[in-house]
């Protein structure tokens, strides 16, 4: 005999894909779904875990399980793609806001992360990314000024890469990346739609030419319900 919690499972998965519950509805509660499914409350905690490890719902903390929008954006990992090439794949509707651009000096971390000297400025640029009219991704972007000499809001508004690569012809090459969760800081809440998400994925890359000279550190901070994280491997022999 199939484990009750399976049962349940199944059953409101095919809820889902069939569209008998839509994106963005709430479940009902885990008393609900027990007196509904005539379980143990541990049998519905069970499903819900496997509902939220299988990418199907997110917790919210204070207002229970929300089912996710199945037709998440696809955000490629191993590939160096700029937000306004994504945004072209996507169907929904997309705007990028320049929360701010100015040329400092960079701290130690910025330092040591694009590997400058105490006498060197960098970019520093933040941008919002609103998707379908919520604001989900937080760019934060650092470029090294001697690669970089000019830097305005129109091109950071529009796409960085294109005037690099057209504009000061330089060649992106290759990008070292990293993956962490991290529970949002107060810049995330201010500027992105976190309302009772209690994590955030962060791509960090430091982003090379191809004389291996290292000008860009970024850090992407994504809200966890918007994006599947998707990478292509071969195994090597």
Same mark, same amino acid.
């Given at each position: 005999?199939?484990?009750?919690?399976?049962?349940?499972?199944?059953?409101?998965?095919?809820?889902?894909?069939?569209?008998?519950i839509?994106?963005?509805?709430? *479940?009902? @509660?885990?008393? $609900? =779904?027990?007196?509904?499914?005539?379980?143990?409350?541990? +049998? !519905?905690?069970?499903? &819900?875990? /496997?509902?939220?490890?299988?990418?199907?719902?997110?917790?919210?903390?204070?207002?229970?399980?929300?089912?996710?929008?199945?037709?998440?954006?696809?955000?490629?990992?191993?590939? *160096?793609? @700029?937000?306004? $090439? =994504?945004?072209q794949?996507?169907?929904?509707?997309?705007? +990028? !806001?320049?929360?701010? &651009?100015? /040329?400092?000096?960079?701290?130690?971390?910025?330092?040591q992360?694009?590997?400058?000297?105490?006498?060197?400025?960098?970019?520093?640029?933040i941008?919002?990314?609103?998707?379908?009219?919520?604001?989900?991704?937080?760019?934060?972007?650092?470029?090294?000024?001697?690669?970089?000499?000019?830097?305005?809001?129109?091109?950071?508004?529009?796409?960085?890469?294109?005037?690099?690569?057209?504009?000061?012809?330089?060649?992106?090459?290759?990008?070292?990346?990293?993956?962490?969760?991290?529970?949002?800081?107060?810049?995330?809440?201010?500027?992105?739609d976190?309302?009772?998400?209690?994590?955030?994925?962060?791509?960090?890359?430091?982003?090379?030419?191809?004389?291996?000279?290292?000008?860009?550190?970024t850090?992407?901070?994504?809200?966890?319900?918007?994006?599947?994280?998707?990478?292509?491997?071969?195994?090597?022999?």
């Amino acid at each position: 005999m199939t484990n009750k919690y399976l049962t349940i499972y199944n059953h409101i998965v095919e809820q889902i894909k069939h569209g008998e519950i839509s994106p963005g509805t709430l *479940l009902p @509660s885990e008393h $609900e =779904l027990t007196e509904q499914f005539n379980t143990s409350r541990e +049998t !519905i905690r069970k499903a &819900l875990n /496997l509902l939220a490890q299988n990418g199907y719902i997110q917790k919210v903390r204070g207002k229970g399980s929300i089912v996710i929008d199945l037709s998440k954006l696809d955000f490629p990992i191993s590939g *160096l793609t @700029s937000f306004k $090439e =994504l945004a072209q794949k996507m169907e929904k509707k997309s705007k +990028t !806001i320049v929360n701010e &651009l100015s /040329l400092l000096k960079p701290d130690a971390y910025i330092r040591q992360q694009l590997q400058l000297s105490g006498k060197d400025q960098v970019w520093k640029v933040i941008r919002t990314r609103e998707i379908g009219g919520e604001k989900i991704i937080l760019d934060r972007d650092f470029l090294a000024k001697k690669f970089v000499p000019e830097l305005t809001e129109e091109v950071c508004a529009d796409s960085i890469y294109a005037y690099l690569e057209n504009e000061l012809n330089l060649t992106i090459s290759f990008a070292k990346k990293e993956i962490v969760v991290e529970e949002p800081n107060e810049e995330d809440r201010d500027l992105l739609d976190l309302d009772g998400f209690h994590n955030i994925v962060v791509i960090k890359n430091h982003v090379y030419l191809d004389d291996a000279s290292l000008f860009q550190y970024t850090e992407s901070r994504h809200r966890p319900d918007k994006f599947r994280f998707v990478d292509f491997a071969r195994r090597t022999h």
